[in-house]
């Protein structure tokens, strides 16, 4: 438990990330040097991100030395609530960027003091657009995508599906409102991408999250073994 958590915030609305491949192997090599694990946590805006960080670190805090890195067009609304429990952040001001480049999870991972974590997040800016298309140099890319948003998504956004690790399905405690048809999605996503690792949770009423950790968990522990 941090007792003294800090918020740092970088504006990089404007900045021109032209390095890429430096920087995905400058992200790479750090958290490898650091044995950090980066989780790159992609989905659109409202579909539970923030939450299901909040929940993670309710859960993990005590078991892993966390950091976050997060990412919207303004303010620093979501940073503070990870600073409320006690975790450092890094918020980045991204403006008129609706994506993260690798070259802005560098700046973010440059302010960190990394050998002080184990586990650092991204939450990347709300969009199931553009985000798919980078590769920041992470070690696991996974997705949510939320009850209300509907099951038609991986139909609509066919390349982010394609190109997580991991979907997470959130808000399943809403199911009962919803025309949420769940084998159909799975069955969507899995046409696109059939190494999909699929899981359904409610960070709300927490069914589904530890099953959801215990994968998490599994990849920290393959990468530190693969040291
Ligand atoms: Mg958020
Ligand atoms: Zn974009």
Request: aromatic share 6%.
């Amino acid at each position: 438990m941090n007792n003294n958590p800090k918020l740092d915030f970088i504006d990089i609305d404007g900045v021109l990330f032209s390095e890429e491949e430096e920087d995905i192997a400058f992200n790479q090599k750090v958290c490898k040097d650091n044995n950090v694990f980066l989780l790159n946590l992609m989905a659109s805006p409202g579909s539970g991100k923030t939450t299901l960080i909040l929940k993670l670190l309710e859960k993990l805090k005590n078991k892993y030395r966390i950091g976050i890195i997060e990412a919207d067009p303004e303010e620093k609304v979501d940073a503070l609530k990870i600073l409320n429990q006690g975790i450092d952040s890094v918020q980045l001001r991204t403006g008129n960027g609706c994506h993260l480049e690798a070259g802005m999870v560098r700046c973010a991972l440059e302010k960190m003091n990394l050998a002080l974590y184990d586990l650092v997040i991204i939450e990347n800016i709300g969009n199931l657009v553009c985000p798919a298309e980078f590769t920041l140099g992470d070690d696991l890319q996974m997705m949510l995508l939320s009850v209300p948003e509907g099951d038609d998504k991986a139909l609509k956004y066919p390349l982010m599906f394609s190109v997580v690790d991991a979907l997470v399905v959130t808000k399943i405690d809403v199911l009962p409102y919803f025309d949420f048809n769940m084998q159909k999605l799975k069955e969507n996503a899995r046409r696109l991408n059939p190494e999909l690792n699929i899981f359904a949770l409610s960070s709300k009423t927490d069914e589904g999250v530890d099953d959801f950790i215990l994968y998490l968990e599994k990849k920290i522990k393959e990468k530190q073994e693969n040291k």
